[in-house]
């Protein structure tokens, strides 16, 4: 709120910031949070798993 005070000289409550934002097209989205005990190895590796699913991914087909 401190941004849009200095910026542009106006006051807005948080709820109005949010209404105004929501009239412009914009949506609140955050990320996912994390495990703990999440293992960033473990995610790399599963990423190379190649499950088909990948337009971009050449995986031939057995018919």
């Not at 941004?3 to 996912?32: A, C, K, M, P």
């Amino acid at each position: 709120m401190a941004y849009i005070t200095q910026e542009f000289q106006v006051d807005y409550s948080i709820d109005n910031i949010y209404r105004l934002l929501h009239h412009l097209g914009f949506s609140w989205i955050t990320s996912r949070s994390r495990h703990p005990k999440q293992s960033d190895e473990v995610q790399e590796a599963f990423k190379k798993i190649r499950n088909g699913n990948d337009p971009y991914d050449p995986v031939e087909c057995q018919l």
